[in-house]
């Protein structure tokens, strides 16, 4: 069931949310991988990637943003952006990275990912961007049928390092030009 649009509200993260940033990235990341892969992986995964010291820089970098998206004023989950060299792979100055739309599992499947996929088209749009690509793990379904279901295609793939294991994530990316001629 949908969540009415005036109980969501979106916000930008700053060093102040640091904590709560730290503790729904890593429940929302169990939540969606720790029942494929093992427990040691994700207690590597865990402590590199939601570190305080990283997180601070990441939301430090003027090329990165972060938002919180909050239902019926409980956080739901947030989404990661890079710009320019930010980015993980292509940097390319005409591109949008989304790197990361978590939703924690009780708010999945009440469109609270396609409100924020939409915030990063609006922001791409905005800064007249060429596109918007990601990388998705090969083994999540769910994600890689949202992200064709609006418009993104294959376009190459790329290894993760999930602790000691390397795995394939599908990179896939959203022409905003073709997009718009879709939505015309």
Same mark, same amino acid.
């Given at each position: $069931? ?8 979106i916000r930008? +993260? ?27 992986? $994700? ?57 990361? /739309? ?29 596109? +918007? ?12 049928q949202f ?5 993104? /295609?294959?376009?190459?793939?790329? +290894? ?21 001629? $879709?939505?015309?």
């Amino acid at each position: $069931m949908e969540i009415p649009k005036g109980n969501i509200e979106i916000r930008k +993260i700053s060093r102040p949310d640091i904590g709560s940033l730290i503790e729904i990235g890593k429940q929302t990341f169990i939540e969606t991988f720790a029942d494929k892969n093992s427990e040691e992986n $994700m207690r590597i995964y865990l402590e590199e990637g939601f570190n305080k010291e990283k997180l601070l820089e990441e939301i430090n970098n003027p090329e990165t943003i972060f938002f919180f998206v909050s239902a019926n004023n409980k956080d739901a989950g947030y989404l990661k952006l890079n710009w320019g060299q930010a980015q993980t792979e292509l940097k390319d100055t005409r591109s949008l990275e989304i790197e990361r /739309i978590y939703i924690l599992k009780e708010f999945q499947g009440r469109g609270i990912g396609q409100i924020l996929l939409n915030q990063a088209l609006d922001i791409a749009r905005q800064s007249e961007l060429d596109y +918007i690509w990601l990388g998705v793990w090969e083994k999540n379904h769910q994600a890689i049928q949202f992200y064709k279901k609006n418009g993104f /295609i294959e376009f190459h793939e790329h +290894i993760f390092k999930l602790g000691d294991e390397e795995q394939t994530d599908i990179m896939m990316r959203l022409d905003l030009n073709e997009r718009e001629l $879709m939505l015309s």
